[in-house]
């Protein structure tokens, strides 16, 4: 994955709504048309099964050994122990966050334009600039300023995970099936992005796209290998150090990654002032009824 270290002020960043799902866009403010824009999919609250079993994680890392992947036991065993979350009603963007959704934010506030690996500007590329591509070049503290001032945040991890395997448990978006080049952008195909919901076979069944593949995913969770240990049952989030350079959990894989990067319960983990041109971020928000 290429990357940069971005660096900008941190102490002066805003963190007004990370603690709370939803904070609120002024009503006619730029910020809140955009949010009107967003075409979000409710995900009903319940109890899901988060992460794997051990000899699903067996499984995995024999897969991953035969493709010659790099990845090690410790990037599957972090998924354990499988456990029961609950998590309250909410919404999530259908879609990854847009150039076109990502400009808005950048000409109401002056955020930083997004950046390249070589400090270049993503937006002068033309297989990364089109409207309805991924907005990439983002670091976690972007993603997040983005996400509060629509009046929504991140999606902690459970949230992700959850609306990625669409209710039924699924080892990937769309089923259990192997991902094949009619459900998700990944191992180069395109050489870039792709426009979102390209890929409508690859849908939850709840209808999120794009959850595998494309771009990885920004969570609002610090990365802890053994944080489903000690993580709460109920709307779990972890924010316990609120240290501002530890890496962050981004999720879904990449169209630079290959097929075993793709399961919905796959963690992976980002340093937070990075960027690279396969991370976006996709956003959630409480669902009205429970405001």
């Given at each position: 994955?290429?990357?940069?270290?971005?660096?900008?002020?941190?102490?002066?960043?805003?963190?007004?709504?990370?603690?709370?799902?939803?904070?609120?866009?002024?009503?006619?403010?730029?910020?809140?048309?955009?949010?009107?824009?967003?075409?979000?999919?409710?995900?009903?609250?319940?109890?899901?099964?988060?992460?794997?079993?051990?000899?699903?994680?067996?499984?995995?890392?024999?897969?991953?050994?035969?493709?010659s992947s790099t990845l090690d036991r410790h990037?599957?065993?972090?998924?354990?122990?499988?456990?029961?979350?609950?998590?309250?009603?909410?919404?999530?963007?259908?879609?990854?966050?847009?150039?076109?959704?990502?400009?808005?934010?950048?000409e109401a506030t002056h955020r930083p334009i997004?950046?390249?690996?070589?400090?270049?500007?993503?937006?002068?590329?033309?297989?990364?600039?089109?409207?309805?591509?991924?907005?990439?070049?983002?670091?976690?503290?972007?993603?997040?300023?983005?996400?509060?001032?629509?009046?929504?945040?991140?999606?902690?991890?459970?949230?992700?995970?959850?609306?990625?395997?669409?209710?039924?448990?699924?080892?990937?978006?769309?089923?259990?099936?192997?991902?094949?080049?009619?459900?998700?952008?990944?191992?180069?195909?395109?050489?870039?992005?792709?426009?979102?919901?390209?890929?409508?076979?690859?849908?939850?069944?709840?209808?999120?796209?794009?959850?595998?593949?494309?771009v990885w995913e920004w969570c609002l969770d610090?990365?802890?290998?053994?944080?489903?240990?000690?993580?709460?049952?109920?709307?779990?989030?972890?924010?316990?150090?609120?240290?501002?350079?530890?890496?962050?959990?981004?999720?879904?894989?990449?169209?630079?990654?290959?097929?075993?990067?793709?399961?919905?319960?796959?963690?992976?983990?980002?340093?937070?002032?990075?960027?690279?041109?396969?991370?976006?971020?996709?956003?959630?928000?409480?669902?009205?009824?429970?405001?």
């Open positions: 994955m290429r990357h940069l270290a971005y660096f900008f002020p941190v102490f002066l960043i805003a963190a007004i709504c990370t603690d709370n799902l939803v904070c609120s866009a002024e009503v006619g403010s730029v910020a809140y048309q955009a949010n009107q824009q967003i075409e979000w999919v409710r995900i009903p609250g319940g109890k899901f099964l988060m992460g794997s079993t051990a000899k699903e994680i067996e499984s995995f890392y024999k897969e991953a050994r035969l493709r990037t599957f065993e972090a998924e354990r122990p499988q456990r029961w979350v609950i998590l309250s009603s909410f919404e999530i963007s259908k879609h990854e966050i847009t150039n076109a959704q990502y400009r808005s934010f950048v997004p950046r390249g690996h070589k400090r270049e500007t993503v937006w002068q590329d033309e297989s990364l600039n089109q409207d309805h591509q991924p907005v990439v070049g983002v670091t976690w503290y972007d993603a997040q300023a983005f996400a509060e001032w629509i009046g929504a945040s991140l999606p902690s991890e459970a949230q992700w995970e959850r609306a990625a395997r669409g209710g039924r448990g699924s080892r990937y978006p769309w089923g259990n099936a192997p991902p094949t080049r009619t459900s998700a952008n990944f191992a180069r195909r395109h050489q870039s992005t792709v426009t979102v919901g390209n890929y409508p076979e690859g849908n939850t069944a709840e209808g999120v796209s794009d959850m595998a593949g494309n610090a990365y802890d290998p053994h944080f489903y240990a000690i993580g709460k049952e109920r709307n779990p989030v972890n924010q316990r150090d609120r240290n501002f350079l530890e890496d962050r959990v981004i999720r879904g894989g990449s169209w630079v990654y290959g097929r075993i990067f793709m399961r919905s319960a796959l963690r992976f983990k980002f340093y937070p002032l990075s960027t690279a041109n396969d991370v976006g971020f996709r956003v959630v928000r409480q669902v009205a009824d429970e405001r």
